[in-house]
């Protein structure tokens, strides 16, 4: 499968010129398409525009991940006096014109916008396709509408009111339609993902002939899952998780330790995937998403000469001690990189007797030296240095993203059973023990609301802000409140971008 998915990428890289040619044509604002040297009536052409869909979706500025994720309670932003205003931001003290906030709205915007372009793209194909291959130029366009949602999703998740981008024309939907407040977006993106459903392949990512690991009709499901959750309809949620656990296609990977790194990439589990390559080669094209901000900032890797990261990404104590009271083993392994400081510190508050893996090495052989700037660093995002690509020395270099697993899935099913939605197959307590069982954890009898959080504490802690957002959908905000910090109601959403304000017609910020 790797190689296939190296294929993948490589052909994305290189279609991803084409599209990149069109959008150095296209002005964002105006709206302007320079289409002239696109032959659309040559169908060979089509998946073009789909290809460099996923070049788009993957190419991810690296502090849009952090951002979104920095103000959970699992996540510390490490000390940064070279990035202040992010620590400021990881202790609910926003600051508008910060260049992260500006960068995470113009990166998932201009995205959309890109996206809708390579939508305009394919309906020019359509328009000289015959009857039988409607169907695939309609399945290209709903795989697109599932990477645009992500996008919006992610957006009114941080901002809560903010427009929506369905086409390559901005200015003429900011006119008409001005901001929408982050429930409607919620419901526009469940309602088009009701759309995009019907349109595409019943399989998993990883079986998908075509494009290994790209979008199928369970990554909708997902998608929708989780606008129906940030609409607390829990009934939707339920009814869209089930569909994906119905079909029988999904299974949590058997190595948690290893879902993370290069044996997980495109696995069972894996329901949305960013696909990153070097290709197997010592020298030459690279396909990277940046994963040093994640990295310590001093260690000994078991492989000589690969690089170091930043540390401006740190699993809070309050994760780790979470995990050590509940005797958590391959999760917590997984989840956290210890220093001898970091340990000392858990010592310090009272800890002891800790289980063996603890320690400043890792089970590949890399040792964690002491950092100023942290005391731990994040396990999910780390690749051992002896799965670098002989010759590649950045630090993950190469390593996917997951966005969405089927992990998540189930922790959703069960929260939605717990806040009285009916389920069909399994019972909430029965979707957890499977979480559990592949962790080593003695099986539940039962199952609460407060029992489900815990568990995607400890499943889903590093990944994509999960907890934070969790968090705020509950009003849990003495969660939040930790370690010195005060989380109020006003601390839910970032402010505007200040360059945005100037340049929009955003209204009032009554709760940014």
């Known amino acids: 499968m790797k190689n296939i998915k190296v294929l993948f990428v490589l052909s994305a890289m290189?279609?991803?010129?084409?599209?990149?040619?069109?959008?150095?044509?296209?002005?964002?604002?105006?709206?302007?398409?320079?289409?002239?040297?696109?032959?659309?009536?040559?169908?060979?052409?089509?998946?073009?525009?789909?290809?460099?869909?996923?070049?788009?979706?993957?190419?991810?500025?690296?502090?849009?991940?952090?951002?979104?994720?920095?103000?959970?309670?699992?996540?510390?932003?490490?000390?940064?006096?070279?990035?202040?205003?992010?620590?400021?931001?990881?202790?609910?003290a926003y600051d508008k014109g910060y260049w992260m906030y500006n960068a995470l709205w113009n990166g998932h915007y201009s995205d959309m916008i890109d996206l809708n372009t390579a939508i305009v793209q394919i309906n020019r194909y359509k328009e000289f396709l015959p009857e039988s291959e409607l169907p695939r130029a309609n399945q290209y366009i709903a795989e697109i509408k599932v990477l645009r949602a992500w996008l919006q999703f992610n957006v009114a998740r941080v901002w809560e009111n903010v427009f929506i981008y369905e086409t390559n024309t901005?200015?003429?939907?900011?006119?008409?339609?001005?901001?929408?407040?982050?429930?409607?977006?919620?419901?526009?993106?469940?309602?088009?993902?009701?759309?995009?459903?019907?349109?595409?392949?019943?399989?998993?990512?990883?079986?998908?002939?075509?494009?290994?690991?790209?979008?199928?009709?369970?990554?909708?499901?997902?998608?929708?899952?989780?606008?129906?959750?940030?609409?607390?309809n829990y009934q939707g949620v339920a009814d869209a998780t089930g569909a994906i656990i119905n079909s029988g296609k999904f299974m949590l990977y058997s190595d948690f330790y290893q879902l993370f790194k290069k044996p997980g990439e495109l696995?069972?589990?894996?329901?949305?995937?960013?696909?990153?390559?070097?290709?197997n080669s010592e020298t030459g094209d690279t396909f990277y998403h940046l994963y040093a901000p994640y990295g310590p900032q001093n260690w000994t890797p078991s492989r000589e000469n690969a690089s170091s990261g930043w540390g401006f990404y740190e699993p809070s104590k309050k994760f780790i001690k979470f995990m050590l009271d509940r005797n958590e083993t391959v999760r917590l392994e997984t989840s956290v990189l210890f220093t001898d400081r970091g340990i000392a510190e858990l010592e310090a508050d009272g800890y002891t007797g800790f289980p063996n893996f603890v320690k400043n090495t890792t089970r590949d052989g890399d040792r964690i030296n002491d950092y100023a700037r942290a005391m731990f660093a994040s396990g999910k995002h780390y690749l051992p240095s002896t799965q670098l690509t002989d010759g590649r020395n950045n630090y993950g270099a190469?390593?996917?993203?997951?966005?969405?697993?089927?992990?998540?899935?189930?922790?959703?099913?069960?929260?939605?059973?717990?806040?009285?939605?009916?389920?069909?197959?399994?019972?909430?307590?029965?979707?957890?023990?499977?979480?559990r069982q592949r962790a080593n954890m003695p099986a539940l009898s039962s199952v609460t609301l407060d029992g489900v959080m815990d568990e995607k504490f400890a499943e889903l802690a590093l990944e994509w802000g999960i907890r934070y957002y969790d968090m705020i959908r509950l009003d849990k905000y003495g969660e939040l409140s930790y370690d010195g910090r005060t989380f109020t109601a006003a601390n839910e959403y970032l402010p505007y971008p200040q360059a945005q304000v100037d340049a929009l017609p955003l209204g009032e910020e009554s709760t940014n």
């Not at 419901?187 to 998908?208: G, K, Y």
């Not at 696995?267 to 290709?279: C, G, H, I, R, V």
């Not at 089927?406 to 029965?430: D, H, K, N, P």
């Open 398 to 435: 190469g390593k996917n993203h997951i966005v969405i697993r089927y992990a998540e899935i189930l922790l959703m099913y069960a929260e939605a059973l717990t806040q009285g939605a009916s389920g069909s197959g399994l019972s909430a307590v029965q979707a957890v023990n499977l979480l």
């Open 14 to 92: 290189a279609i991803s010129l084409l599209l990149a040619s069109c959008t150095q044509q296209f002005d964002t604002q105006q709206g302007q398409l320079n289409t002239d040297d696109l032959d659309y009536t040559n169908s060979d052409g089509m998946i073009a525009p789909l290809l460099g869909a996923y070049n788009v979706f993957a190419t991810r500025g690296w502090e849009e991940p952090l951002l979104l994720s920095v103000r959970g309670d699992d996540v510390n932003a490490g000390g940064l006096g070279d990035q202040q205003p992010f620590a400021n931001t990881d202790l609910y």
């Open 267 to 279: 696995s069972d589990e894996n329901l949305l995937e960013m696909q990153y390559s070097d290709f």
């Open 170 to 232: 901005p200015n003429d939907e900011i006119e008409a339609n001005g901001v929408s407040s982050k429930a409607e977006i919620m419901q526009r993106i469940s309602d088009l993902m009701d759309e995009a459903i019907p349109d595409l392949p019943a399989v998993r990512p990883n079986e998908r002939q075509d494009l290994p690991g790209a979008v199928t009709r369970y990554t909708a499901y997902a998608i929708k899952a989780l606008a129906n959750l940030e609409l607390q």
